[in-house]
């Protein structure tokens, strides 16, 4: 399980967290969705020490990893795979090489060992027949899939998803959602999901909590964002131009 508790967070005089509470149950896919700049990416890396708050606490399976230093913090983010919002692939390498880095690095396995487990990783997001084209070969929703694989290559308990699917047609952002439900079902895999493309929220998420001006505005289930009377939470689940939200 992963806990934030009462995180508050500043940068100069902006206040982006206030006394933010949320928790993820284990193998369970839970999206974080505001409008832009409302604090989702910034809270959910506190959990593996890119961002510091300023009061509060990040709690890991119960362990208390707020305030490790950066040695500490290293068996962290070995069980905490982040996948950023631009794939982040390394381009004078094939794809089947970014999945062997970590391979090779942190697992110490040699290039036909690691090139062997990098093509069952590959398979595992239908790109193993593309593995030895580079990342210019390909377009954006193909290079996703080649991070995810990258970033499953150490068995981590948790993924976090920075926007995920932001800038991709329909059907590559469909595969990436198939994905990442994929993995909470089939290999128990615990998701956080920074989003706030309204498709990928209601046929992906089990719990859905939004952000607004610093604050939970709510945390509940696709059918509570559905039902709810709170005009706020209503403007953007509709994608309305005009309504009460404050931008």
């Known amino acids: 399980m992963i806990e934030f508790r009462h995180i508050s967070k500043s940068f100069g005089t902006k206040h982006v967290l206030q006394d933010v509470s949320l928790s993820v149950a284990t193998g369970r896919i839970l999206f974080i969705v ?15 020490g890119l961002v510091r708050p300023d009061a509060g606490q990040v709690l890991l399976d119960g362990q208390d990893v707020t ?12 069980r ?10 390394f381009d ?15 697992r110490g396995l040699r290039p036909p060992a690691a090139r062997q487990e990098a093509m069952r990783f590959l398979e595992r997001v239908q790109m193993h027949h593309l593995a030895d084209r580079h990342p210019a070969d390909i377009g954006d929703g193909l290079r996703k899939r080649v ?8 068995h981590p308990e948790y993924v976090i998803f920075d926007e995920p699917t932001t800038g991709l047609d ?6 990436v959602d198939r994905l990442i439900r994929e993995l909470s079902d089939r290999h128990g895999v615990t998701s956080i999901v920074v989003s706030h493309d309204l498709r990928s929220i209601f046929t992906v998420a089990d719990r859905i909590a939004m952000i607004y001006q610093g604050k939970i505005r709510l945390d509940g289930t696709p059918d509570d964002f ?22």
């Not at 505001?34 to 604090?39: P, T």
């Open 67 to 78: 305030h490790l230093s950066e040695r500490e913090l290293y068996p962290v983010r070995m």
């Open 226 to 247: 559905r039902r709810t009377d709170d005009g706020v939470v209503q403007q953007f689940i509709q994608g309305l131009a005009e309504g009460p939200m404050v931008l």
């Open 92 to 106: 004078s390498l094939t794809l089947a090489e970014n999945v062997m880095l970590p391979l090779r690095k942190h």
């Open 34 to 48: 505001g409008v832009s700049g409302a604090g989702k990416s910034v809270l959910v890396k506190h959990l593996v």
């Open 80 to 89: 905490c795979a982040m996948v950023f919002q631009h794939s982040t692939l």
């Open 170 to 175: 329909p059907l590559a952002a469909a595969n």
């Open 147 to 154: 991070a995810i694989a990258r970033a499953l290559t150490l």
